[in-house]
């Protein structure tokens, strides 16, 4: 059975697909981990991200996800891929068609067999179009900054909200208006807005959904 959740930057996705596959006891998947993989692995080549340059890299880059953990050419990078330089590097190389093709074929390979909650931006269009259940969980954009702003807050990050806001919408444009596969709602996806929800609510509303169908 597979469980795709999408929507944009901190909508509150990963939080609520980690819940939901702990309930179900399901494997979750994190596919933003694989992209931003590939992103640290330029960042710290210093590699001027064009086409070419990304294309050289991927020939020669293993990326492998399992336990809950993203492996960069057999190394665990989880804890080095969640900041901001890489979120918008990992947003820049999604666009490319042939980092798409890779991480879907590796998506589709892991999901093979297994009970999973996947979260990501195409996973209900392209990745997995035959899911079981589609969620798109999105929030308005304020309040999707508002949340993060206060998480690097929290982690004693001095930044402001305003430049929180301004990457946010750098992200979403990024993710929105690419060609291939853009973040887009599956016609079929039950739309979840978490601007009035919190967390729990959310995953509440997610799994009276997913049990009951
Ligand atoms: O979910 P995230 O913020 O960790 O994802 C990082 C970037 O990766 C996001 O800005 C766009 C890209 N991405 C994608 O294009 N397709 C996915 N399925 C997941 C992430």
Known sequence: MIIAIDGPS??????????LSKKLNFE????GAMYRALAYKAYINSIKISEKTVERMLC?????????????DDENVENYIRNDNISIIASNI????????????????????KN????????????????????????SMEIRAKRR???LKEKGISVTYDKVLDDIKAR??????????PLKKADDAI?????NLDIQEAVNKIISIALEG
Do not use: C, H, W
């Not at 979403?172 to 596969?181: L, P, V």
């Open 60 to 72: 020669n880059t293993k990326i492998d996800y399992f336990n809950n953990s993203i492996f960069l």
């Open 191 to 195: 739309l979840i807005d978490t601007t």
């Open 94 to 113: 999604s666009k490319f068609q042939i980092v798409r093709k890779k991480m879907v074929d590796l998506q589709r390979l892991i999901a093979k067999n």
């Open 172 to 181: 979403d444009e990024n993710d929105a208006n690419r060609k291939i596969s």
């Open 116 to 139: 999973v909650v996947m979260d990501g931006r195409d996973i209900g269009t392209v990745v997995f179009p035959n899911a079981d259940y589609k969620f798109f969980i999105t929030a």
């Open 149 to 151: 702003y206060e998480e």
């Open 28 to 31: 979750y998947i994190d596919t």
């Open 10 to 19: 901190g909508a509150g996705k990963s939080t609520v697909a980690k819940l």
